[in-house]
């Protein structure tokens, strides 16, 4: 069985999308404030999602629909290691200075590292299995491996994955690049023919180095 | 996938032998931390689970939760007597928070040399594995999902076994969260009760290794049915329909080749929260094509063990795997099965020790069922 890359996506401090990675980089900015959610959430919704939350699913926005599978045998797999970071240590320093009676109720549940994946399935609607790795450096490439595996194996027909992360120290400045990038795989038999393949998986090998 | 050897270091016993004693006295009430409520009253107290510091035979040093979950693996490890080369060893981690107790610890001072979730790698390096490793962090279902990532390694022609662990650590941001999400329970965890308050969390790390089902295993017990969903619903309600954790466990099902009526015991999520149980009494009853569950065997071990977020799963496999092997379901005490919950009952007799559904469910609605057999 074949497995294609058959859409590309990603919201970067670099880049804004795919397509101008052909265009002059743009300027490094010492604070976050290079993504603008608005035009992916309207004016409220994003409130209370983290950045790699908003970063996922704007990312996932940019995707062409996919019309062709079943909902429930299309997965999600991201691959993130600090996914939950910024949240978890605004959080510990809230609870320092004020308590825990000033934390944001609705804001908290970004702790949980999984739900740049969730929201994804949850915006699109998309019931196969939802995964989130977490290995350092690799969790992004792992999210191919899986999609590959569970694609031969029967269980989907298509899955998005990629990696996300945000890195901001706590008054926002950028301590390590942000963003989300995704990749749309899929069994080239069941894929949209009309749709040019981006590539075409074709074998993985991993191991530890102790 | 056979189960060959287990590893535990649980709030209620450091050793598979000391765990089943364990289950056998049900802790009265679960060990208090402090919780930083506020600057000024930062004495508050909150129940919680927490795993024994009693490690003084340790080569591992200091305890944090990596080093639980690398003592269980090397547990597991020895358990299974595998007698293979450890670069044929792969070891998959679930976790719903990596380290966060060092992060925590340190006030996430470390910011760069210290990466929260890179538990797989660094136990590996412990160990001596140099097979492949990778970290699953689905929340609640992490150490479940972990099976899918488990089950294709033991496909790949290089890999004889697998480790999977689960490990969770006690983390004041995660119990923040349970906390303004209003489901901490001021007191113990009991699953399925009438107005049960809520749940507990608890730390923690169970290991199992797993081989292809041709070997032969001592456990006899064998993994025989996997079901993912997500609800894609709400970011940390399931929904209310139950529908997609319901096809988790028919696909479980589906895949063992057996009917909901052949089930013997069902280890449930089961958290005590009102925004889970009553959902998956409904989910297990309608498995049965009944409005009331008909009276099944439930064993809740949370009740036990706490909350003990991705590390749940694994901790569930390795209680089911022991009670299969011993033939014996251990008495529950103090626990109550309340009125709302008909048919949910703590059985001791079991007709037969054949099949054990664990469901799992997580924030974000990431679903996971297992069905465990005998070997063949």
Known sequence: ?210 | MNIVGLGIQSPIGNSIDSFWEGLKRRPVLPIECKMPESKESWETFVPFYQTGQSQSQSKFGPVDCESLATIAIQQALDDAKLGVNTHRIALVVGTGAGAIDVHESCGFSKQNDDYPYDFAANISRRLGLSGPCITVSTACSASAYALLVVREFLDESDIDAVALCGVEAFSETSLATFKKLLVVAPTQCSPFTDGAPGTVLGDGAAAVVLRKSKHSSETNRQIIGIGATCDAYHATAPRQDGKYCKQAIKIALAEAGIGMDQIDIILPHGTGTKTNDPIEYSILSDLYNKRELPSVAIFPLKAYLGHGGGSSAVFSILALTLMFKKRSVPKVEGWQPGENYKGVVNKQRIQSFQYGLINTLAFGGNNLSVVIGEGT
């Open chain 1, 1 to 210: 069985m074949s497995i294609a890359i058959s859409d590309i996506s990603m919201i970067s401090s670099k880049f804004e999308n795919p397509a101008a990675m052909s265009q002059p980089l743009r300027h490094e900015v010492g604070k976050n404030d290079w993504f603008d959610p608005k035009p992916y959430f309207g004016k409220q919704s994003f409130r209370y999602l983290s950045n790699p939350v908003r970063y996922c699913v704007a990312a996932s926005k940019q995707l062409n629909p996919i019309e062709q599978h079943d909902l429930q045998r299309i997965g999600v797999i991201i691959g993130t290691n600090l996914g939950d970071y910024c949240v978890r240590r605004d959080m510990h320093n809230t609870m320092k200075s004020g308590g825990t009676q000033d934390l944001n109720s609705i804001y908290v549940t970004n702790s949980s590292i999984n739900l740049a994946a969730s929201y994804i399935s949850i915006d699109k609607g998309y019931f196969g299995p939802n995964m989130t790795l977490t290995s350092p450096w690799t969790a992004g490439i792992e999210s191919l491996y899986m999609a590959d595996k569970l694609i031969s194996r029967g269980i989907l027909d298509c899955v998005i994955t990629g990696a996300c992360e945000d890195m901001t120290d706590s008054e926002g400045h950028i301590l390590q690049n942000g963003g989300a990038g995704l990749i749309v795989c899929e069994e080239v038999e069941k894929a949209d023919t009309t749709v040019e393949h981006y590539a075409v998986l074709n074998d993985f090998s991993n191991s530890s180095t102790i």
